[in-house]
């Protein structure tokens, strides 16, 4: 295999037998980058030349004989929400253009402690809203399985970057299922943590009761190591958890025996892709043989998850996004006029179509006369989502769905159909309402050559049962083994 094909771990491998540099690494990966980039458009940024500096610091260290970690000298892709200091973090939005954080997110301090080399920042829907990364202001990216098709989103450049062989990690954003949609789709590894987990500081908001930042990588293993080092809680972050990591690289065994899973009866509703249903009901018998007990549970208010997201995470949305007035942050109108009326063009231009029917929404759900109706109900009804998974994880360690109801779908399919496109987040979105963690894992290939993705549920801070369920799939099949040909 060549080196861009090679997972994290078989990397870390290589470079701690001196069987190649890091410096060989950075300089294939940036070949393959050109190779392919031009075809997926994955990145918004590139730093080749730093990477090559630090990956040649790297090979100084290693030569003297210094001990390295799991991801010393690994390249790594950081979705563009996330602040990377004195890197220009845009958002994919217009408005964030030549914004240049001065601070960089906990996530990334800690990746710069455990000796990443980051190689670029990735597209991404605006501000992290969409399925598609279609809502980017900057580009479209592609999903590399077929060129014609969408990568999914709203993390879609961080899982072609990994699915093409650009990177072997990436961290994606995950509010409605943006890390684990994208990764579905491109047939790689995506994470989204427990609500807490990881600090969300530096992290550009967008429903901050909902976001989370977590791992994009080609295996199971590699998941574990990169949620290891962005783990724990953080001063920065009040809602970051004090409760204690442990060595996830401990839960990667791969059987399953006393492990129970709950088949939620909601998620096979009309809609669903048949290939998608089949692959899943054969994934669950391959669990079944590894030791796991699978029956059916109900998640009865399942139905109402899609629409109390909207409610809530545009409501959030509209007022993270204040802050965006042409005063503190990236674009200002170039028009000459009045303070107010520089607010408003500096918005109008800045923000692109579904960042502003976001604003619009979530601000007409807060406003008097409706918030009860609304926005209060929807926070009821998330009470309700919670409550369904409390109930199902008192007697089962885990839950399994598809992530995606289809496969990927072509450019330019849904976006004229907003709600069309909100219904990809149809069975992810509950795990934010709920804040449990969910990985997404491929699991097949549909007759088209698309990947189809199986999403693991967890019961909050469990990352480590579904790491295992995942690991455990994993290595006792073979789909994680194909690259996609481009
Ligand atoms: N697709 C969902 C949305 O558009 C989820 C996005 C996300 O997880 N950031 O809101």
């Known amino acids: 295999m060549k080196l861009h094909e090679l997972s994290a771990h078989r990397l870390h491998k290589l470079i701690k037998n001196r069987e190649v540099s890091v410096e060989e690494i950075v ?50 892709a ?45 597209n991404m829907d605006e501000f992290a809203m969409g399925s598609s990364t279609e809502n980017s202001a900057f580009q479209i990216t592609r999903n590399p399985w077929n060129l014609e098709t969408i990568p999914g989103g ?3 450049g961080s899982a072609v970057a990994v699915a093409s ?11 409605g299922g943006s890390i684990r949609q994208p990764a579905a789709l491109c047939g790689v590894v995506g994470l989204k943590p427990t609500y807490g987990r990881v600090s969300r500081y530096g992290l550009v908001a967008f429903a901050s009761s909902l976001d989370q930042i977590g791992p994009v990588t080609k295996t199971v293993r590699d998941s574990a190591n990169l949620l290891q080092v962005i783990s724990g809680k953080d001063e920065f972050d009040s809602t970051s958890l004090d409760y204690s990591v442990p060595d996830y690289s401990e839960s990667l065994i791969s ?30 018998k391959v669990l079944q043989d590894l ?73 007409y759900v807060l406003s008097k006369g409706y918030y009860e109706n609304y926005y209060g109900k929807a926070q009821r009804v998330r009470t309700l989502i919670k409550e369904d998974l409390d109930k199902v994880f008192q007697d089962f360690d885990a839950v399994i769905t598809p992530t995606s109801p289809t496969v990927a779908f072509k450019v330019g399919e849904k976006i ?71």
């Open 27 to 76: 300089i294939s990966l940036f070949q393959r980058i050109e190779k392919v980039e031009e075809k997926v458009k994955a990145f918004l940024f590139l730093y080749k030349k730093e990477a090559l500096e630090e990956a040649r610091k790297w090979d100084k260290r290693i030569s003297q004989g210094e001990d390295i970690g799991p991801l010393s000298g690994i390249p790594i």
């Open 291 to 363: 030791g796991a007990r699978v029956e059916e549970v109900s998640l009865p208010h399942t139905e109402y998850a899609v629409a109390t997201y909207y409610l809530v995470a545009t409501a959030e949305a509209s007022s993270n996004l204040a802050r965006y007035d042409g005063v503190g942050y990236g674009y200002r109108t170039k028009e000459k006029t009045n303070l107010i009326d520089m607010y408003k063009k500096s918005r109008q231009q800045g923000f692109g179509d579904e960042v502003k029917r976001r604003i619009m929404l979530g601000t």
């Open 165 to 175: 062989g650009e990177v072997p990690l990436a961290l994606g954003s995950d509010t």
């Open 78 to 122: 950081i979705k563009d929400n996330i602040c990377l200091d004195k890197k220009e973090t845009t958002c994919a939005s217009r408005i964030l253009k030549e914004f240049y954080p001065p601070y960089a997110a906990t996530a990334i301090e800690r990746l710069k402690k455990a000796g990443v080399i980051f190689i670029g920042k990735t």
């Open 255 to 284: 059987e399953l025996k006393g492990i129970r899973i709950g088949l939620p009866k909601e998620y096979f509703i009309p809609g669903i892709e048949e290939e998608v249903k089949k692959k899943i009901l054969t994934a669950t």
């Open 154 to 156: 709203s993390s879609g």
């Open 416 to 486: 004229d159909d907003p709600l069309k496109m909100y219904l990809s987040d149809i069975f992810t979105i509950s795990a934010n309402l709920a804040g449990i963690p969910g990985i997404s894992i491929l699991c097949g290939f549909n007759k088209d050559n698309l990947p189809i993705g199986l999403q693991i549920l967890g019961k909050a801070f469990d990352e480590e049962t579904v790491l295992r369920i995942a690991y455990a799939y994993e290595q006792n099949t073979e789909w994680h083994k194909r690259r996609a040909e481009i």
